[in-house]
């Protein structure tokens, strides 16, 4: 009975092992056609009989233009040309000070907001966050920085039903990615811990204190340079 017990287990580990593989090595070339947290979102609004929204346009990385990309990494993960995944000391930090009953932000990169957005569900458990930390592993090998960036951007939450970054430009300030200003993009930036509250426009003091913030940060970093 224990033999095939483990022998179950196995076969479980090795397909997914596989299947998790072959889809990292698949969304390397094509694009990510969707997210759990799409479905989820879509499910919240039909049991709430909100008008069903899911717009989204995937763009290359090209057609995005740097500003937004320098906006995120000020706002989201300073060090993401840099890190190998994870950025260690804002972990231990974001640790150190929850233990503390602080609300700060927390530790992730975005390449862990990448492979929980692409790959995972919502949540905290161990279980999920110890398969982050493995599609994180798996994404900065297989994809390098610059296919990081394109898929985050292309798939992260922007506003209610909004995903990435082409969509977003458009439901906020009516044109393309690539011509979005400096302060457009911090904007958009600051809305991230909470896309379906604040509003890139005509937005509350506390988001034009953020988005100001991270206009300041943008002066810091130069065009990303992936290669690195």
């Known amino acids: 009975?224990?033999?095939?017990?483990?022998?179950?287990?196995?076969?479980?580990?090795?397909?997914?092992?596989?299947?998790?593989i072959g889809l990292v090595i698949l969304f390397k070339f094509i694009p990510v056609p969707f997210t759990p947290l799409m479905f989820i979102r879509t499910f919240e609004q039909i049991g709430s009989n909100d008008k069903v929204v899911w717009k989204r346009d995937w763009v290359s990385i090209d057609e995005m233009g740097t500003s937004i990309?320098?906006?995120?990494?000020?706002?989201?993960?300073?060090?993401?040309?840099?890190?190998?995944?994870?950025?260690?000391?804002?972990?231990?930090?974001?640790?150190?000070?929850?233990?503390?009953?602080?609300?700060?932000?927390?530790?992730?990169?975005?390449?862990?907001?990448?492979?929980?957005?692409?790959?995972?569900?919502?949540?905290?458990?161990?279980?999920?966050?110890?398969?982050?930390?493995?599609?994180?592993?798996?994404?900065?090998?297989?994809?390098?920085?610059?296919?990081?960036?394109?898929?985050?951007?292309n798939s992260i939450e922007m506003g209610n039903g909004i995903y990435g970054i082409e969509a977003a430009s458009q439901h906020w300030f009516n044109k393309s990615a690539k011509n979005l200003t400096k302060a457009?993009?911090?904007?958009?930036?600051a809305i991230l811990p909470n896309p379906r509250v604040y509003k890139a426009k005509n937005s509350s003091r506390y988001i034009e204190r953020r988005k100001n913030a991270i206009k300041r940060q943008m002066n810091f970093y130069a065009n990303p340079d992936y290669e690195k």
């Open 184 to 189: 457009e993009a911090a904007a958009i930036a």
């Open 1 to 20: 009975m224990v033999k095939k017990i483990l022998k179950f287990i196995g076969k479980v580990i090795l397909y997914f092992l596989g299947i998790s």
């Open 69 to 153: 990309q320098k906006a995120v990494i000020a706002s989201e993960d300073g060090k993401f040309t840099t890190h190998n995944g994870f950025d260690v000391k804002a972990i231990e930090k974001a640790y150190k000070n929850n233990q503390k009953g602080r609300k700060v932000k927390g530790g992730s990169t975005i390449s862990q907001q990448t492979a929980k957005n692409v790959f995972l569900w919502p949540g905290r458990s161990y279980l999920r966050k110890g398969l982050e930390a493995y599609f994180t592993v798996l994404i900065e090998v297989v994809w390098g920085k610059e296919r990081i960036m394109e898929v985050y951007l």
